[in-house]
């Protein structure tokens, strides 16, 4: 740590990162890197029955991405939207899905949070 | 509103770790000082304790003097948008901000900042340009409740390594690996280092541990070991296990009972320590071992499910999960002391 090009005079704790450049051995990063990031919070956050389920909805949307691109259905620009109806609300960013295929993904969304968390269904 | 679930168009080559200054030696909650390499910039973090500030609250600073702006954006996912920055004076933006942590219960989607965004400003056509950000889940559990400084002091000497290169940290977070000698400030005399702390070793202590060789000059080191360490005086048979910063006693030996049987078993066993993980440390050292854990600790008896958090050096019962989530308390901060070890530390008023 005593390397870190830091103000001298400050102990540091901890070193995030290196401060060598990358080797031979270090994967440099993909050019195209398609992982899909996804976030659940609100209640189902502290939800014991919502183990792993950011996981499951990040590998479904992965995989309904994944499909829509290998189809020949043309992408429309990205609209973020959200479910306004129920306690599910659903923000779709960067996926440069079709209207129809985000309507048909948020569906699928709210039908797996509902089949995992029957207790927080939408008071219709 | 009760969940929000939102995909993001963060790069995940962005995402870098963020340190839990809870297993750092110090137990960096009220201070931890990190060094951040990151792809193409250097950062000096300073996370500490605010006591004005529940766990659902942080204070964002930034500190720069270099001449390129920069700018610390407060990111809402599901928004997928700024909710508040500071910035670098060119830019007239405040230096500092109070962000609230999204995603609570009861609260809107779009409402708090799940993350940060690091900036900067380059040159036209790129024009401000997201670069770094933090895990939120680990944003908020390890530095939620403090006051976090960027400073950013060098745009110039990156390391070309992105977020998911970066490797996990490693626990606890120590500056030197244990029974390193240090000297003390004098130079009369020498420390040495158990679970990251320094502790004054005497002659005797020195002999008998074989600890011969030089010391190094001196740095000032925490008083305090990282969670989890298991320490020992030297020619004493009691064994103490530490978090936040707080000794515990492990009993010698623990009955408990399986399926109906008594089991007797040694104590750090029974409590999941692993015996070969004690360190000997000088006589008298665990005199300058806490007996209230830091502010913002959270523990519970192995056999007690109640479970406690350390304010104002006095313990409070979080008397339901509710609470729990409600003040933002993690649960993975939750850490398993001895039975009975906390019966008799002072307890304040109920938290509810």
Not at chain 2, 1 to 16: G, M, N, Q, W
């Amino acid at each position: 740590m005593a390397d870190f090009p830091t103000r001298k005079g400050i102990p540091l704790d901890y070193i995030l990162g290196s401060l060598s450049q990358p080797g031979e051995g270090v994967t440099p990063p993909p050019a195209d890197f398609s992982q899909i990031q996804v976030f659940v919070s609100g209640d189902a956050a502290s939800d014991t029955r919502a183990i792993g389920l950011p996981e499951d909805l990040r590998l479904l949307v992965q995989g309904f991405v994944h499909r829509s691109r290998t189809s020949d259905r043309k992408a429309a620009p990205d609209i973020p939207a959200s479910d306004e109806n129920g306690d599910i609300r659903i923000a779709l960013h960067g996926l440069h899905l079709a209207p129809e295929e985000l309507r048909e993904l948020r569906q699928m969304i709210r039908g797996m949070v509902r089949k995992r968390l029957p207790g927080k269904e939408a008071t219709k | 509103v009760s969940i929000c679930v939102a995909t993001s168009t963060l790069d995940p080559r962005s995402i870098y770790p963020v340190i839990d200054p809870r297993r750092v030696a110090g137990s960096g909650v009220p201070f931890m000082t990190i060094g951040a390499a990151l792809a193409w910039d250097n950062f000096v973090i300073t996370v500490e304790r605010a006591h004005n500030l529940s766990s659902c609250s942080m204070q964002i600073i930034l500190e720069t003097t270099l001449s390129e702006p920069k700018e610390i954006q407060a990111w809402n996912l599901f928004d997928n948008n700024f909710v508040d920055r500071v910035g670098s004076s060119s830019l007239g933006l405040p230096n500092s901000m109070i962000i609230q942590k999204a995603g609570r219960s009861g609260q809107s989607c779009n409402v708090g900042a799940d993350t940060v965004i690091l900036c900067r400003y380059f040159a036209w056509p790129r024009g401000r340009t997201a670069l770094y950000s933090f895990s939120p889940q680990d944003f908020w559990d390890f530095w939620g409740g403090c006051a976090v400084t960027f400073n950013w002091f060098n745009d110039t000497q990156g390391n070309d390594i992105w977020g998911d290169q970066t490797p996990q940290p490693t626990y606890p977070g120590v500056r030197f690996p244990d029974f390193t000698l240090i000297s003390n400030e004098t130079n009369t005399g020498k420390f040495v280092v158990v679970g990251g702390a320094a502790f004054a070793a005497d002659s005797n202590y020195l002999a008998s541990m074989g600890l011969t060789g030089a010391a190094q000059a001196f740095t000032r080191l925490p008083s305090t070991p990282a969670d989890g360490t298991l320490v020992r005086e030297i020619f004493q048979g009691d064994i103490y296990v530490v978090f936040g910063g707080a000794k515990f006693l492990v009993p010698q030996v623990q009955t408990i009972d399986f399926l109906g049987i008594q089991i007797i078993l040694p104590g750090p066993i029974a409590y999941n320590y692993n015996p070969n993980d004690v360190r000997v440390i000088p006589q008298g050292g665990t005199a300058q071992l806490r007996t209230v854990p830091f502010n913002g600790t959270l523990v519970k008896e192995q056999m007690d499910p109640r479970v406690f958090l350390a304010d104002l050096n006095q313990l409070r019962w979080v008397t339901s999960p509710t609470v729990m989530d409600a003040q933002c308390l993690p649960w993975r901060h939750v850490r398993v002391v001895p039975d009975g070890t906390l019966a008799n530390l002072p307890h304040g008023l109920d938290l509810t």
